[in-house]
T-cell receptor, first 113, second 115 residues
Framework: NAGVTQTPKFRILKIGQSMTLQCAQD?????MYWYRQDPGMGLKLIYY???????DKGEVPNGYNVSRSTTEDFPLRLELAAPSQTSVYFC????????????FGSGTRLTVV | AQTVTQSQPEMSVQEAETVTLSCTYD???????LFWYKQPPSRQMILVIR??????QNATENRFSVNFQKAAKSFSLKISDSQLGDAAMYFC????????????FGTGTRLQVTL
């Protein structure tokens, strides 16, 4: 199994550009999450989804949008990129009713210049 | 809301020695889980150990063990016989068992392992 796959691994954006960070999981997990990790900090939740068609805001949702049209995919959209969005982004998933910990993707390092 | 606090930004340990990383948390829920994650330079988040709040027995995984003090809301990680490969960022995290619950992370402790 591939687990959680994130693309791209690295990206440099100019201020005001837009992009979509892709996340796919092949474990049939209901719950998916997007976190950002700023340098020297822990992970903060941006958005999450408990199933296809259902999304909700986390702790730091401003400047981002998500959609969940399928169980497998949970893309994160950045509109009008700003330097404050320079961060490492992690996608994660887990199965409903289990608390074995999340399965994480390998992260996307985004720099906005 | 949950909070997780790691008060040690950096720690250092000599190879083969033992080190303890501290974590405190706060939650109003009675049923929850606690985790320690390791993040090496590769950025990958690796689950080290998990503790269920309703279990009094401390979790152990090989050289890694926890000291779970529920009343004090403390959850420390002990690494025995430290190895160079243990050098990484370590994050403490908690999750309630509600339907839409999410992992909440501490700010991390960077562990250095010296010869």
């Amino acid at each position: 199994n591939a687990g959680v796959t994130q693309t791209p691994k690295f990206r440099i954006l100019k201020i005001g550009q837009s992009m979509t960070l892709q996340c796919a999981q092949d474990m049939n997990h209901n719950y998916m999450y997007w976190y950002r990790q700023d340098p020297g900090m822990g992970l903060k939740l941006i958005y999450y989804s408990v199933g296809a068609g259902i999304t909700d805001k986390g702790e730091v949702p401003n400047g981002y949008n998500v959609s969940r049209s399928t169980t497998e995919d949970f893309p994160l959209r950045l509109e009008l990129a700003a330097p404050s969005q320079t961060s490492v982004y992690f996608c994660a998933s887990r199965s409903a009713g289990t608390f074995d910990g999340y399965t994480f993707g390998s992260g996307t390092r985004l720099t906005v210049v | 809301a949950q909070t997780v606090t790691q008060s040690q930004p950096e720690m250092s340990v000599q190879e083969a020695e033992t080190v303890t990383l501290s974590c405190t948390y706060d939650t109003s829920e009675s049923d929850y889980y606690l985790f320690w994650y390791k993040q090496p330079p590769s950025r990958q988040m690796i689950l080290v150990i998990r503790q269920e709040a309703y279990k009094q027995q401390n979790a152990t995984e090989n050289r890694f063990s926890v000291n779970f003090q529920k009343a004090a809301k403390s959850f420390s990680l002990k690494i025995s016989d430290s190895q160079l490969g243990d050098a990484a960022m370590y994050f403490c995290a908690s999750i309630n068992t509600g339907t839409a619950s999410k992992l909440t992370f501490g700010t991390g402790t960077r562990l250095q392992v010296t010869l």
